[in-house]
Every structure is written in C-alpha cells, then in structure tokens.
C-alpha cells in the first residue's frame, strides 16, 4: 500500500509539473514562438503527395491537386504566409465560402485566403469540393476562435484556475484510492489467512506460507487500484489539454483515442461472447459428469455400491484418474472457443508448456505410475502395518507420487513411490486377521539343559504376557543347534501389529523372570567357555533398590 501511494504521490507531482509546463508554454512564457497568432504550422510531406493544412494545431483539410504549377505542399505553405498577414491585421476573423469555377474560395473577413478544388475532394470516399470546403470552414473558424482565445488574458488565467480545480480534485480521488486500497487490503488480507487452509492446498502452503497467500489474495484489488488511477490521470491530462486553446486538439485526441480503446474492448469482448457461452456450456456438462463419476466411486469406496472391476481401495485413485481424464477432454474441446487462443501468445504458451512437461514430467510420470500400480496391485492400503526395507510403520497414504508411513516411534516417513516398487514391502497386517500377526524372538540354552524345560519355561513367559493370543497357541521350535548351545525360537501371536515392540517388551521381561526362577543360563548372545558357576539372578535379587516389586510380578517373585 506504502509503495502504491508513493508511486501515486510522484506520478501526480511530475503531471503537475507537465501541467505548468503545458500552461506557461500556452501563455507564451515558454515557448514564444508557438504562442504567437500565426500558429499555423505545415506537415512536411513528398512532392505531389497530399498535404494537410493545420492551423493552431487543429487540421484543416488536405489539399491534393496542383494548382498554377505547385504542389500541394508548396500550397499549404503559401496559405500559412497568407494566414499569418490576415492575423498580424487582425479584424472579426469570419470565414465564408464563395464558389468558383475550379472549386469553391474560403475567405476570411472577405478576404481571399485559399481555394479548394475540385480534385482536391476525396473521390473515393464520394467527397465533394462544396463538402470538403464545409469541413474546412468549420475547422478553420474553430481554430481563429481558439487563437483569440489565446489572445485573451481573462481565458487563459480561467484555463489554470480549472486546470488547479480538476488537479486538486485528482489528488483527492487519488487519495481516496489509497485510502480504499489500504482498508480493503488489511481486510483481505486477514481474511485470507484465516481461511489459507481452504484458499489452497497443503503443498501451495508449504511454497508460498500464509503471508505469501495473503499477498496473492491482494494482488486483484492493486491491480484494480492500479488500473482506476491511470484511467484517472490519463482523463486529467486529456482535461487539462482542452482547458488551453493551443493544446486542445491533443486533449481531444486523447478523449478519442480512450473512447476508441474502450470501444474496440467492448466489441472484443461482444465479439467472444458466443465464444465464452460455449465454454461455459461445456465446463458445466464436464462439472456434471465429473459429479456423477465422483458420486459413483465414493459409493464404491464406502461399499453402497459393489461392481466387479473396482473396490473399496482402487475406488478412490480410479475416480481420480477418470476425473482428470475427463476434465483434459474437456479442456481439448473448449481450446478452439478460448477467446485469443489462435493468437500467436496462445501457441507460444502451448509450444513452452509442452516443453516444460516433456522436460521435467519424467520423474513425475514415473512415480505415478508406480503408485497405480502399488494401487492396484493392492500391494498395501492405507491403515495397514509395513515394513519397507529399515521402514516399519502404518501405511496411512498412498498417492500418486508418494507414499506415507507412520513408524511406531510417531515419525511419518514418505517414500517414493517408485522406491516401493523397487524394493521387497512386508505387509504384516494383511494376514492379521487369520489369527493374527506372527510374532518371534529366540534365546540360546546350553546343551546340559534339558530341552523340554525350556520349551516350559518359553511358553511360562508367553502365557505371563496377557497381549499375546492364546489360539494359536505359544509354541518353541528349535531353529539350530550351534556347537555350544542350542537356539530356541519363541513364536506367538498378537492381535494388532501396531503393540509390537511393547509387546515384545513385556514378553522379554518374562523370559528373564522364569529363567532366574529355574536358575537356568541364557547363554546369549555369545558363548566362549562354561563359567565355574551358572550366570543368573537368584530370587532374592530381582528388585533390588531402587527396583519395586508390582502387581505383575509373578507371586513366587513377590514372596521372595
């Protein structure tokens, strides 16, 4: 805001210093030469080529035919002289017409100044010399009655004082802009991020943060600020200009030229009307079918509707699919209606774009269609209990570039899609339901304890453990028999995979408790000689300070 009313503050100081360049220059303080009564002035044009006569920069009429051996120039020049005796006399200054044989005579006060003739008129338009002397006696008496003007001291001093009214106007329209553009922007912009959550997605936060999006919010009120102000300055400077009789013609040029625009934008804009229906007509049909497919696939997705080709889990990326799909066709079709898409800027866009996407889209396409095929491979869904190389975790989304997994240390991890393919993905809730998730840990004994009292005591520390299933059942296999001891392996079966590691906290707590309770050695993880006595923690050991016995604690550990 800041900047826009700087800028409004100096574009209106350098326009009040071309105003008082434009008022002295017209009251003949700056530029003497031009405020003189013989403002008449030449185009300078070829030999035999047409001329226009301008007085006191207001045209005249073109002049086209030679006349007793002169060209048209050498006409207008001569007409200039003759103008510039009739003003140095003087006199009332009302032009006339009188017809002669070659044309018609115009005439100031009586006085011969120049004749138009008959080829002077513009044949192809039907033009006459009787018409073309109509305009040029209007134009003519128009301008003598603006040099006079400039004459006239009271005229001029009138000229600023309007031109001070409208200027100080300008700069109070201006400063309401500003002042406007301030209220409306604070109040966008607090708008905006209050709802940036809404106003876009997750990743266009994460480029441009909450100020960035305010800031995008507001560029539709400056550029609207913007475009009043100039549209305000370019209408003063077309005023101030008309308030001179010297500068006059430009100020209406300038009207003209701002009417023109705004004529010629509207019938652009009648012109694309029909154009815009069209792609209004299909945008709706598209939104509509676009609807229905969506409305179709979350019945899928929430079982109302059941077909054989899709279910609840490829539901929601195939609508997607088929929705973008169905929106590129619709784009194709509307293309050729876009108002200006046969403009060179359009095909220009199109030839940059597609080079962009042939460039940078590699990657992209490939990560997406590795995650239509982790899709549709059913390979894992969200909810489901995985591991992905070191990645252990809770699938909780599976996009088209990207796949998340929640670990059980609470830290989301995102893994490429294509890295998923690439690699070996143990899903461990899949089977869950048969019983639940499998769930393993090994300990080495000796060979002079018995194995089937360790199979016992194994099975002791599951049923100890009250989140291990009890069917199936705990069972112990004897997974290896090593040179010095053998390896035990403890299988067990849990209902959620998520309790992995707290379940097999507890369970390892167990084991330790019956081995110390039966004296017998856990030889793990390595083994070099037999010790001169047994390495385990007597009873009367297991809570000393600060260890305190609870609840959970087997009774015999308690008595001790």
Same mark, same amino acid.
């Given at each position: 805001?800041?900047?826009?009313?700087?800028?409004?503050?100096?574009?209106?100081?350098?326009?009040?210093?071309?105003?008082?360049?434009?008022?002295?220059?017209?009251?003949?303080?700056?530029?003497?030469?031009?405020?003189?009564?013989?403002?008449?002035?030449?185009?300078?044009?070829?030999?035999?080529?047409?001329?226009?006569?301008?007085?006191?920069?207001?045209?005249?009429?073109?002049?086209?035919?030679?006349?007793?051996?002169?060209?048209?120039?050498?006409?207008?020049?001569?007409?200039?002289?003759?103008?510039?005796?009739?003003?140095?006399?003087?006199?009332?200054?009302?032009?006339?017409?009188?017809?002669?044989?070659?044309?018609?005579?115009?005439?100031?006060?009586?006085?011969?100044?120049?004749?138009?003739?008959?080829?002077?008129?513009?044949?192809?338009?039907?033009?006459?010399?009787?018409?073309?002397?109509?305009?040029?006696?209007?134009?003519?008496?128009?301008?003598?009655?603006?040099?006079?003007?400039?004459?006239?001291?009271?005229?001029?001093?009138?000229?600023?004082?309007?031109?001070?009214?409208?200027?100080?106007?300008?700069?109070?329209?201006?400063?309401?802009?500003?002042?406007?553009?301030?209220?409306?922007?604070?109040?966008?912009?607090?708008?905006?991020?209050?709802?940036?959550?809404?106003?876009?997605?997750?990743?266009? @936060?994460?480029?441009?943060?909450?100020?960035?999006?305010?800031?995008?919010?507001?560029?539709?009120?400056?550029?609207?600020?913007?475009?009043?102000?100039?549209?305000?300055?370019?209408?003063?400077?077309?005023?101030?200009?008309?308030?001179?009789?010297?500068?006059?013609?430009?100020?209406?040029?300038?009207?003209?030229?701002?009417?023109?625009?705004?004529?010629? *934008?509207?019938?652009?804009?009648?012109?694309?009307?029909?154009?815009?229906?069209?792609?209004?007509?299909?945008?709706?049909?598209?939104? *509509?079918?676009?609807?229905?497919?969506?409305?179709?696939?979350? &019945?899928?997705?929430?079982?109302?509707?059941?077909?054989?080709?899709?279910?609840?889990?490829?539901?929601?990326?195939?609508?997607?699919?088929?929705?973008?799909?169905?929106?590129?066709?619709?784009?194709?079709?509307?293309?050729?209606?876009?108002?200006?898409?046969?403009?060179?800027?359009?095909?220009?866009?199109?030839?940059?774009?597609?080079?962009?996407?042939?460039?940078?889209?590699? &990657?992209?396409?490939? @990560?997406?269609?590795?995650?239509?095929?982790?899709?549709?491979?059913?390979?894992?869904?969200?909810?489901?209990?995985?591991?992905?190389?070191?990645?252990?975790?809770?699938?909780?989304?599976?996009?088209?570039?990207?796949?998340?997994?929640?670990?059980?240390?609470?830290?989301?991890?995102?893994?490429?899609?294509?890295?998923?393919?690439?690699?070996?993905?143990?899903?461990?809730?899949?089977?869950?339901?048969?019983?639940?998730?499998?769930?393993?840990?090994?300990?080495?004994?000796?060979?002079?304890?018995?194995?089937?009292?360790?199979?016992?005591?194994?099975?002791?520390?599951?049923?100890?453990?009250?989140?291990?299933?009890?069917?199936?059942?705990?069972?112990?296999? @004897?997974?290896?028999?090593?040179?010095?001891?053998?390896?035990?392996?403890?299988?067990?079966?849990?209902?959620?995979?998520?309790?992995?590691?707290?379940?097999?906290?507890?369970?390892?707590?167990?084991?330790?408790?019956?081995?110390?309770?039966?004296?017998?050695?856990?030889?793990?993880?390595?083994?070099?000689?037999?010790?001169?006595?047994?390495?385990?923690?007597?009873?009367?050991?297991?809570?000393?300070?600060?260890?305190?016995?609870?609840?959970?604690?087997?009774?015999?550990?308690?008595?001790?």
């Amino acid at each position: 805001m800041y900047e826009f009313a700087r800028w409004l503050v100096s574009a209106g100081h350098c326009l009040a210093q071309a105003m008082l360049v434009v008022t002295l220059a017209t009251a003949g303080l700056v530029a003497p030469a031009q405020a003189q009564d013989s403002a008449a002035a030449t185009t300078v044009v070829k030999p035999n080529q047409p001329a226009d006569l301008i007085v006191a920069n207001r045209p005249i009429t073109t002049l086209r035919a030679m006349a007793f051996g002169a060209s048209p120039a050498e006409r207008v020049e001569a007409v200039t002289d003759g103008l510039d005796v009739l003003l140095e006399h003087g006199g009332p200054m009302v032009v006339s017409t009188r017809p002669i044989a070659e044309g018609v005579a115009i005439q100031i006060d009586g006085k011969f100044v120049f004749r138009i003739l008959n080829d002077d008129a513009d044949r192809e338009s039907g033009e006459t010399a009787a018409m073309a002397a109509d305009v040029a006696v209007r134009n003519l008496q128009q301008a003598l009655d603006e040099i006079r003007e400039g004459r006239n001291s009271e005229a001029l001093l009138k000229a600023i004082g309007y031109t001070l009214l409208v200027t100080v106007f300008l700069a109070g329209l201006l400063w309401v802009i500003v002042r406007m553009y301030g209220f409306a922007a604070r109040r966008i912009r607090a708008a905006a991020q209050r709802r940036s959550e809404k106003l876009m997605p997750h990743w266009g @936060q994460q480029v441009v943060g909450g100020s960035g999006i305010a800031d995008l919010a507001v560029v539709p009120l400056k550029l609207a600020a913007w475009v009043v102000a100039l549209l305000l300055v370019y209408q003063w400077a077309a005023l101030v200009l008309e308030f001179f009789p010297y500068t006059r013609p430009w100020g209406e040029g300038l009207f003209d030229n701002l009417l023109g625009a705004l004529g010629r *934008f509207g019938r652009n804009i009648l012109a694309a009307v029909p154009g815009l229906l069209f792609v209004l007509l299909i945008f709706l049909i598209t939104r *509509f079918i676009v609807r229905v497919v969506r409305a179709f696939f979350d &019945g899928v997705q929430a079982g109302r509707i059941d077909v054989g080709w899709v279910d609840e889990t490829t539901a929601r990326p195939t609508g997607r699919l088929l929705t973008a799909i169905i929106w590129l066709f619709s784009l194709v079709a509307a293309y050729p209606y876009i108002p200006g898409s046969d403009s060179e800027a359009f095909k220009g866009i199109g030839v940059f774009v597609g080079l962009m996407l042939s460039i940078g889209a590699s &990657g992209v396409v490939n @990560q997406a269609v590795s995650g239509l095929m982790l899709m549709y491979t059913k390979a894992l869904r969200p909810g489901e209990f995985v591991q992905v190389g070191e990645t252990e975790g809770t699938v909780t989304s599976v996009g088209f570039l990207t796949t998340r997994i929640e670990t059980l240390r609470n830290v989301e991890v995102t893994l490429p899609n294509a890295y998923l393919v690439g690699n070996v993905t143990r899903n461990l809730s899949r089977l869950a339901a048969n019983g639940g998730m499998r769930l393993t840990t090994a300990v080495t004994i000796g060979y002079d304890t018995p194995w089937r009292q360790v199979h016992a005591m194994l099975q002791m520390a599951a049923e100890r453990t009250p989140r291990i299933a009890r069917d199936p059942a705990p069972r112990v296999l @004897q997974t290896a028999l090593q040179d010095f001891y053998v390896e035990y392996t403890l299988v067990v079966c849990i209902a959620d995979p998520k309790l992995k590691i707290s379940v097999l906290d507890e369970l390892h707590a167990h084991i330790q408790d019956v081995f110390n309770e039966y004296g017998v050695q856990i030889m793990s993880p390595n083994y070099e000689a037999d010790p001169a006595d047994k390495k385990f923690v007597p009873k009367e050991q297991w809570f000393q300070a600060p260890a305190q016995p609870t609840v959970e604690q087997p009774a015999a550990a308690r008595e001790s």
